[in-house]
């Protein structure tokens, strides 16, 4: 059995507001694999932003409201990345991002680029389109996620609790000499000290108490259907503005 100790919620799109887009995803690291060779970079807590080289799209497909500065300079190909300000400071980045008016706000948001889709070569490669492209325009928002060469499991190990001490959330770990795929793969692996899990909202149900006129908790269906009610790691402006049913909301938890 999984004991749950929720930490968090992230409320994401409504996946029947667009077309999902085919981008990697990555599997969950068990502790065997080979990943010696492998690229590690911080897994960043912000919103995942998919540039197709006109405009900017969440990971399900929805069109993300972006200033027209942020986006001015980008490339006309396209970058897979963060939308992020800083660790631990998720509630924020979402309010910025996911509003339908984009505001002066937006100057505390970079886009982290983790890869470079559908262009040639490995990943080191593809990598250095962005990179030129950036150099070129002096894009100051814009950044690469930092690429480290794993040793070995001791070495990952090490740069996880690195991450951890510095308040992150945790390691993405990838080998590194594939040309470009998506979908989930077990060639690009999250790394964390705790799960994490997406459910379906089938309900939101009333509170009680100190929580009476908000949402108390949140009955969920997992992929393989299985229901349950979860109730406790929201703030108090999730519990005002609780996601509508059919959305997908990931969780965390221990265990």
């Avoid at 559908?118 to 030129?132: E, M, S, V």
Wanted: charged content about 25%; glycine content about 8%.
């Amino acid at each position: 059995m999984i004991k749950f100790i929720f930490l968090s919620i992230l409320t994401l799109y409504n996946c029947a507001q667009a077309k999902s887009i085919q981008i990697q995803k990555p599997k969950t690291y068990q502790g065997y694999e080979n990943i010696r060779g492998w690229f590690m970079s911080e897994k960043l807590d912000g919103i995942r932003g998919h540039w197709d080289g006109k405009q900017m799209k969440s990971k399900n497909g929805n069109k993300i409201s972006t200033p027209k500065w942020f986006t001015k300079n980008l490339p006309p190909f396209a970058l897979d990345g963060e939308l992020w300000s800083k660790r631990g400071d998720f509630e924020n980045i979402q309010s910025i991002v996911l509003d339908d008016i984009p505001s002066e706000k937006w100057k505390e948001i970079t886009y982290e680029i983790f890869e470079v889709p559908y262009q040639d070569g490995n990943f080191t490669q593809r990598l250095q389109y962005a990179i030129k492209w950036i150099q070129e325009k002096k894009i100051e928002h814009v950044h690469i996620i930092n690429q480290v060469q794993c040793k070995n499991r001791k070495h990952l190990k090490e740069y996880l609790q690195y991450i951890d001490n510095l308040g992150g959330e945790g390691v993405i770990i990838k080998n590194p000499k594939l040309l470009y795929f998506t979908g989930r793969s077990k060639e690009i692996l999250k790394v964390k000290n705790f799960n994490d899990m997406e459910a379906k909202v089938i309900s939101v149900n009333t509170g009680k108490g100190k929580f009476l006129g908000l949402m108390g908790s949140l009955t969920l269906q997992l992929e393989n259907n299985v229901v349950f009610r979860l109730g406790g790691g929201f703030n108090i402006n999730e519990r005002k503005n609780p996601p509508k049913i059919g959305e997908i909301v990931t969780f965390k938890y221990y265990g």
